[in-house]
């Protein structure tokens, strides 16, 4: 096991840009295969619940300088605990949510990095924005201080062709371009969390800046 993850790290970091940061997604993946792939070279891991994800942080805890990034759905009784595990969080799809996360950022005395996550396509089972309900939460947003609001989130929705997956991953870049043409104070553009493993090379063609791979580095799970 630990060959094959070493050998599809290093496959994958091949053939991506240096300027596009490789996450790897370790839900249902056991503590043991995440130190496979520190080993090769990995430091950026992304859950989608919080409570495996924080026994893995116990017992990685010797891992120092793991980035954990939250990729999944938040509920909003979660965030507390969210802010307090990851510096990273990805999913980030509604004003309230951002609100609290806010709030408790202020009283914890952190500052997590974020992405709004954006629905460029009409998709009941993906959260997130629509464009027109971002564009018009911007001034809301801009206020919540506390965060560091980095870029945008996007998963297309599925049995899109090929060519209709890079057109959402191009309309999502034009999109981070056009909110970072309003100078906006606190809202950075600067990063594009998109593409996954069936998908991540039309993403970075389009100009991901951070990939979230699984699948394709720890096979199939349940």
Known sequence: MTSSINERITTIRASLPPSVRLI???????????????NAGIRDFGENRIQEAASKQTELQDLSDITW?????????????AIELFPWIHSV?????????????????????VCLQVKILADSN???????ELLADLPALNQCKFLQIQGLMTIPPLALSNTEILSVFNSTR?????????????????QLSMGMSGDYQLAVQAGATMVRLGTILFGDRT
Do not use: C
């Open 69 to 81: 990034h939250f990729i999944g759905h938040l509920q909003s009784n979660k965030a507390k605990k």
């Open 174 to 190: 034009k999109l981070a371009k056009e909110i970072q043409e309003q100078s906006w104070s606190h809202l950075k553009m600067e």
């Open 93 to 113: 799809d509604n004003l309230k949510l951002a609100q609290r996360l806010n709030q408790l950022a202020q009283d914890l005395g952190v500052s997590p990095q």
């Open 126 to 132: 993906k959260s997130g924005w629509s464009v027109s």
């Open 24 to 38: 790897a997604v370790s839900k249902q993946v056991p503590t043991e295969v995440i130190r496979s792939a520190y």
